[in-house]
């Protein structure tokens, strides 16, 4: 998503959803269906498989794709359609999947919630899905709970959709600067003014680069000229990466000590690396030599 998103639920929701959450079951993978259309995210590009690839020859697969079944020997592909693709390019017969029960609606919901906590979709792509369930009849307290927003957010993204001209909302689709914010304040405009303010915007964002580039390569001449004007260059400072609060530690220790339904060298990984977080702990050996 191109924006921070306004949440309404926080790491214990999350939380109590894992802990609580189906066992995992070991599957062949043929078993599965992959239908890209329950994704309501774009498919992804050859060069995210490739990046995925690379990144999972070398790291475990902590979080399993989700399947429904649908009968004897037959699955649907629910969430994780990049995780379930790097399982067949690896070459992969079997794999581990969350088997969740649950209807058409449920289903797509559980989609939409995932990428959204992991800040996949596009602004485009959010709205579309959002305005779909809502259509089907799905109310907003369900949408709310399934991806954590306010409901002033939920309402933006769907007066978008109910507002948008549709050359503005093609524009939308396709232009990835144009996000959930800029989209809500051009449809505050009368529909037949909205292409006009839309070109007026990137016209001043297309001036605001040529300014900020020129500032940028003044900053730069200043640091190489030396003297009284390259010592009034204020570099920006230095900020420290801040670690979680011990109470968010403490409550992810409290549920991964319960999850007896997890792979279990993951889940003594995760325990022995929140440990270290809170005690002190020596980390295994395998884990503190992985990387630091």
């Not at 189906?22 to 309501?40: G, I, Q, R, T």
């Not at 697969?61 to 429904?68: E, I, Q, R, T």
């Not at 379930?84 to 088997?99: A, K, S």
Request: one cysteine or more.
């Amino acid at each position: 998503m191109d924006e921070t998103v306004e949440e309404v639920g926080g790491p214990s929701c999350v939380a109590e959803d894992f802990a609580t959450g189906p066992a995992l079951e070991e599957l062949p993978l043929a078993w599965v269906e992959a239908d890209p259309s329950w994704n309501c995210r774009a498919p992804y590009v050859e060069a995210e498989v490739q990046r995925a690839v690379e990144r999972y020859r070398h790291e475990p697969m902590l979080h399993p794709p989700s399947v429904v079944r649908l009968g004897e020997r037959r699955f649907q592909l629910v969430t994780g359609f990049l995780r379930f693709e790097v399982m067949r390019r690896l070459g992969d017969e079997l794999g581990w999947f969350r088997v969740v029960e649950g209807d058409e609606e449920d289903r797509l919901l559980w989609n939409l919630g995932e990428n959204t906590a992991r800040r996949d979709l596009t602004g485009y792509e959010l709205v579309e899905r959002v305005w779909m369930l809502h259509s089907r009849g799905v109310s907003k307290p369900r949408l709310l709970r399934a991806c954590g927003f306010k409901i002033r957010y939920l309402n933006r993204l769907l007066f978008i959709r109910r507002r948008a001209h549709p050359e503005l909302y093609e524009a939308f689709r396709t232009n990835p600067s144009l996000s959930v914010a800029r989209m809500a304040r051009l449809c505050t405009h009368e529909p037949a003014e909205q292409v006009e303010e839309y070109r007026k915007s990137e016209a001043w964002l297309a001036r605001a680069a040529e300014v900020e580039q020129g500032y940028a390569e003044r900053l730069e001449d200043a640091e190489g000229a030396g003297g009284e004007e390259g010592a009034e260059v204020r570099r920006p400072k230095r900020r420290r990466r801040r670690l979680p609060s011990r109470d968010h530690v403490r409550r992810l220790l409290a549920v991964h000590e319960k999850c007896s339904h997890l792979d279990p060298n993951y889940r003594r990984g995760v325990v022995a690396s929140l440990r270290h977080l809170l005690y002190g702990e020596p980390l295994p050996e395998r884990a503190s030599a992985s990387g630091d």
